[in-house]
């Protein structure tokens, strides 16, 4: 009897460190986990962007990426997945390639799970749109989001026809963030050509109080109210659908 309860005991132990190893590999290689050890026992997935989007070419190796070939795969195990709850999602980005980044943000506001994100450090650039594009964003108070035009590396072609194609990238950026934020498009452009703030470019550098108020992130907060607004939802979500 002493025998089974041990070999149980060791047996827990090890599957323990198992899942220990499992998901301290998910967050070097992927930054992601999965939260389910709270009191309501939700299982909510945590997916990190952090510095660079890198998108169809290679960033430089010395650079610190998200890779969207990494993050869409998981985003669609998240929607196929009924065992999931709820997605949370922490930003720190310069910002990146723009097809990869409205890719992101696109997918996480296709999902039917809720979904809550925190701006820590920055949401830069087509980091907006990724941030803006949960059922509801925090920001911390130290934290900053940059609002700029479109930019283009490599080759320019001067002709107007570039510069219309430019144009729409940034319409297709500017509709994505107002349909998703109390922001209307006029004042998104408005900030975008702003030339008093930024010494080397044109555009807006908000901090966390200033991004609330300008109606683009929902609250100022941080780790404790965005789980707590997760859960909220989550809450909901499972009221209306109480066989899932």
Known sequence: MQQREDNEAESEK????????????QIRDMGQVILNENSNKYKVELLTIIGEVEGHESAPSHSKTTKYEHVLPKLAM????????GLLVLLNTVGGDVEAGLAIAEMI??????????????????????????????????????????????M?????????????????????ISSHTHMSQERLEELMLDTTQLVKDVGTMLEGPEAVKEGLIDEVGGMKEALGKLYDLIRKEKSKSPEK
């Open 156 to 176: 320019f072609i001067g002709v107007a026809q570039s510069y219309r194609n430019m144009e729409k990238i940034q319409d297709r950026i500017t509709t994505f």
């Open 78 to 85: 998240i929607e196929d997945d009924k065992s999931v709850d």
């Open 14 to 25: 090890k599957e323990s460190v198992e899942k220990e190893e499992q998901q301290n590999k």
């Open 109 to 154: 506001a296709s999902l039917s799970v809720p979904t809550v994100s925190l701006v820590l450090g920055g949401g830069h650039s087509i980091g907006v749109p990724m941030a803006v594009s949960a059922d509801y964003s925090f920001v911390v108070p130290s934290a900053t989001m940059v609002i700029h035009p479109v930019r283009t590396n490599g």
